[in-house]
């Protein structure tokens, strides 16, 4: 029996298909490859903007063309929340881990349990954390997710431990809001010291935190040669008035001078962003000011979002709601300065030993890794895949270093 896996949206959505694909491999279930036949698909969608629903939609009815006898189980965020998609079942995000279970139950297979092949044995993501309540007024997250978990310290150290024996280089620690880890009163900066201190997993990399999450002991850490030089700290707006539509708890003030503080604790760190383009409200003055913060600022990566209205979420009948054509503008704008601002980054990096990891070799030859503050390297040189390799680029391109 064959099952066919694809994961929309984040990070999350990544881990939590792929323990579904270890515990179904595990009790005798095959997995198939792009584009073949299968018997069962497992879409693991997401809702956070129209489009990724439109892509859990499409995917859908890919999965039904592939394989038109198949069962198709959605998943996820859009399962929970969307309606009508088009599949034989349709699974909420609270009710993932039942998957298996639920499989076992109605396709019965009768081999022997295989043994899960690693997909990627470079960076593995772990998830510590599942759940907000933030209710950030765009997003639909808290409505999706509101229930709060965070995973046991221990069972995290052991996971780490044995991700480390199959040869993992790198782990990124993810949650939904990864910042409001707790778990017997041990928060985010102790569980990632007890990581530190109990495996010999080589690099640490926490995959997003908010502003108001980041703790001095938290920055602190990320000194230590094992952990990653890099914070992705979602900023969304630039603008005091934006961000208080948002319902996001800091202002640009607060943001920058968290923003001083850890470039001084740990020079040479990589700090990228998420941003909206376009929120109900944004007028030119407020875009304007937003943009001016942001290049003040400087960040060596952004993620640019259109805003995308998610009925349910107070952002949907907002007031001031900004033009379709101008959100498109002011995103262009936004990565235009984002591909500069990566490029100055990558430039001052040139000439500066890095530590980096090589993953995988491109479609141009290109063997391609990360450096320890995210930047993207890329060399035509002979090097060993999956270990540290301390390397001086001469060059950056693109916003990626050159070796
Ligand atoms: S912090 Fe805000 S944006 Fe992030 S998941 Fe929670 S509600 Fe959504």
Redesign the pocket.
């Given at each position: 029996m064959k099952i066919w896996y694809h994961t929309l949206g984040c990070k999350v959505n990544q881990y939590e298909t792929e323990k579904l694909r270890i515990a179904l491999e595990k009790a005798g279930y095959h997995t198939a490859e792009d584009g073949a036949p299968f018997d069962i698909g497992i879409i693991n969608s997401c809702a956070v903007t129209e489009t990724a629903v439109a892509k859990t939609r499409a995917a859908v009815r890919k999965a039904r063309e592939t394989s038109p006898g198949a069962f198709i189980i959605a998943a996820g965020c859009a399962a929970g929340f969307c309606g009508g998609l088009p599949c034989d079942l349709a699974v909420p995000p609270e009710e993932k881990d039942g998957i298996p279970e639920l499989v076992k139950q109605r396709f019965p297979v009768a081999e022997g349990p295989l043994s899960p092949a690693l997909r990627e044995r470079t960076r593995a993501v772990v998830k510590i954390q599942d759940g907000?309540s933030?209710?950030?007024s765009y997003?639909i997250?808290?409505y999706l997710r509101n229930r709060f978990s965070s995973a046991d310290p221990a069972e995290v150290v052991e996971e780490v431990q044995a991700l480390c024996r199959n040869g993992f280089c790198e782990i990124v620690l993810t949650g939904?809001?990864l910042g409001s880890y707790r778990a017997g009163g041990v928060s985010l900066e102790g569980l990632t010291e007890l990581l530190l201190e109990k495996t010999d997993i080589r690099r640490i990399r926490l995959s997003s935190v908010?502003a108001w999450e980041i703790t001095p002991g938290l920055v602190g850490l990320l000194s230590d040669s094992r952990m990653a030089k890099h914070l992705h700290i979602?900023l969304q707006s630039g603008s005091a008035r934006v961000l208080k539509a948002m319902n996001r708890p800091y202002t640009p003030e607060e943001y920058e001078s968290l923003i001083q503080n850890v470039r001084k604790q740990v020079p040479g760190i990589g700090v990228t962003t998420d941003v909206i383009a376009g929120f109900p409200g944004e007028t030119e003055e407020l875009f304007e000011e937003g943009l001016r913060f942001i290049e003040k600022t400087g960040f060596s990566r952004m993620h640019i979002f259109p805003f995308s209205p998610r009925r349910g979420t107070r952002a949907w009948d907002m007031p001031g709601q900004v033009d379709r054509q101008v959100k498109k503008e002011r995103a262009a704008r936004l990565r235009g300065l984002a591909a500069e601002m990566q490029q100055r980054f990558a430039d001052l990096n040139t000439g500066v030993p890095q530590e980096a990891i090589f993953e995988n070799t491109d479609k141009n030859g290109f063997l391609r890794g990360y450096t320890s503050n995210y930047l993207e390297i890329l060399t035509k040189r002979e090097c060993p895949v999956n270990t540290p390799v301390t390397v001086t680029c001469r060059e950056a391109k693109n916003g990626a270093l050159i070796w």
């Open positions: 907000c933030q209710f950030c997003c997250i808290p939904i809001r908010e979602p």
